[in-house]
């Protein structure tokens, strides 16, 4: 990647206009209007009215809208209210395959997420991945888990497996690498804090958040640690006086497949 994924996705619910403002000066590096999960049918109306007149007036570039799922009533109208604002992303769930296309070609060159949170979703992860216009996926992994029947565990570990087969498929894709699901405690910051810790080690880089007081311990848990930097610097610059040959650092040997994670950490600080 040319340049750090962006670690932190707040959702905010669509019909709750005043805090839209709110969300912007949060610590959260994009913000997610909502039309779906959060506002019931009877407001989704409502919601897309309030969502569209706020985009128009504020113009912001770190925003993306979640419309509702491809096959619904609401998704027609969600897509054609996108159409007056060009500058905003967009998120899909429930994404498969063929849903995902659909919106990608109703949405070309705007910023777009799958949000993968069906069996057949993640079956299917390959196909959607390698769709053209695609910049990242999101686990769904709530969503995920009643579908399968499963359940994520402590500290968010359960579905592990899942998360590792969309790392790898976004990794094959070229994608940027993908984006956990939310951490439902929002009381206690240091819970989020380890389900984040827990999904870089996996590979991802980003996670869903349901309240602002969880965007900044996001983003500290997908930064690298000062140990790690130090460690990096060291192995950089040994790299660099051993003229580019394997060499020993603390007991350990050291060579390319290493520095290059070094420099990776490097680059994401």
Known sequence: MNRMSVRSYLFVPGNRPGRFDKACESAAERIILDLEDSVAPAQKQQARDEVAAWLRTHHPNNVLVRVN?????WYDD??????????????????????????????????????????????????????????????????????AGMEDGIAGSGLDTV??????????????????????????????????????????????????????????????????????????DGFATHGGEAFSLEGRMVDLPVVTRARRLLDEA
Do not use: Y
């Open 69 to 73: 799922a491809v096959g619904t009533p």
């Open 163 to 236: 998360r590792v087969q969309i790392a790898l498929q976004s990794r094959l894709a070229g994608l940027e690498p993908p984006i956990d699901g939310v951490c439902t405690n929002f009381d206690t910051p240091e819970a989020v804090a380890i389900e984040a810790h827990r999904a870089r080690q996996l590979g991802f880089r980003g996670k869903l958040c349901i309240h602002p007081r969880q965007a900044a311990a996001v983003n500290a848990a997908f930064r690298p640690g000062v140990a790690e930097l130090e460690w990096a610097r060291r192995v950089a």
């Open 78 to 147: 969600d897509m054609h209210m996108l159409d007056g604002v060009p500058f905003v992303g967009v998120m899909l769930p429930k994404a498969e395959p063929a849903s995902m296309a659909e919106c990608l070609a109703a949405c070309a060159s705007r910023e777009a997420i799958a949000l993968v949170e069906t069996v057949r979703g993640v079956l299917d992860l390959r196909e959607t991945a390698a769709l053209p216009g695609l910049q990242r996926i999101a686990f769904g992994s709530i969503d995920f888990a009643v579908d």
